[in-house]
């Protein structure tokens, strides 16, 4: 049942509860299918519009198609007392857009909440949380310069920062790297990237590019053996293999 706006539980005097606001693609509970807290009972928080465009990207109404409302953080922190759950994930599209994600998550924090940051590390914002998830973009990300010109042009310029990667390393207090590989022809730029951001093995997930289960398990031969070799960690889209490929999952 979701708690009365009127009954969050927190100030409403504070500047943040009653002034904030973030354009919401949709919010929902499940579990994290990625990464070091794979299984986690957590609630999604998925901020609408990005500043790339992933050719393969499994939320497009967050980022190609930017659908969602301007919602206010009152809004946004009941939904998430309501569900009970401590784990925390803001993503998107992309949430360090909007300056305002960075008062989001201060008060999530200060409510006490676990708090994971889902971003493709192309924003110099210092946003405080507990898990920094940061998934660098391929040149293979790419969308078609016949098709999608501008788009092309602006997510190729975009999408690897490592200077600005870096620097969002250096401040979190926790964090994992995360890359979606389409292809063995990804493995010599992923070798490189892990490189120039100068991070540990045992911080580096890698997953296959797919949205079916089918895809997943046809990668499995070419891509897993060769991330034990390399000492990364593998990771499957576990809400993919969980609920399917579909929305609020």
Not at 47 to 60: A, E, I, K, M
Not at 217 to 235: H, S, T
Request: net charge neutral.
């Amino acid at each position: 049942m979701i708690t009365p706006l009127g009954n969050t539980g927190f100030s409403h005097g504070s500047p943040a509860a009653t002034r904030g606001t973030l354009r919401i693609a949709e919010t929902f509970q499940s579990r994290q299918g990625e990464g070091k807290l794979t299984g986690t009972e957590s609630f999604f928080i998925r901020t609408s519009g990005c500043n790339l465009r992933c050719w393969f990207c499994d939320t497009p109404y967050a980022s190609w198609n930017p659908k969602g409302d301007q919602t206010t953080f009152d809004q946004i922190l009941a939904l998430v007392q309501a569900s009970g759950l401590q784990h925390v994930v803001l993503t998107g599209g992309e949430p360090m857009l909007s300056s305002e994600s960075t008062s989001l998550c201060n008060l999530l924090r200060a409510e006490g909440f676990h708090l994971t940051i889902e971003t493709a590390g192309t924003i110099d914002r210092e946003t405080p949380c507990d898990l920094l998830s940061i998934s660098p973009k391929f040149k293979s990300s790419t969308p078609d310069s016949s098709k999608n010109p501008k788009w092309s042009k602006l997510h190729e310029q975009r999408r690897l920062p490592i200077a600005t990667m870096r620097r969002l390393i250096d401040t979190a207090s926790d964090y994992q790297i995360k890359f979606v590989v389409d292809s063995p022809d990804d493995y010599e730029e992923l070798l490189d990237i892990v490189k120039l951001l100068d991070v540990p093995a045992d911080r580096v997930w890698i997953m296959p590019q797919g949205s079916t289960i089918e895809a997943m398990d046809a990668a499995v031969p070419w891509l897993k053996v060769w991330v034990e070799q390399a000492g990364f960690r593998y990771c499957d889209r576990m809400q993919i293999r969980w609920y399917g490929n579909r929305r609020g999952t």
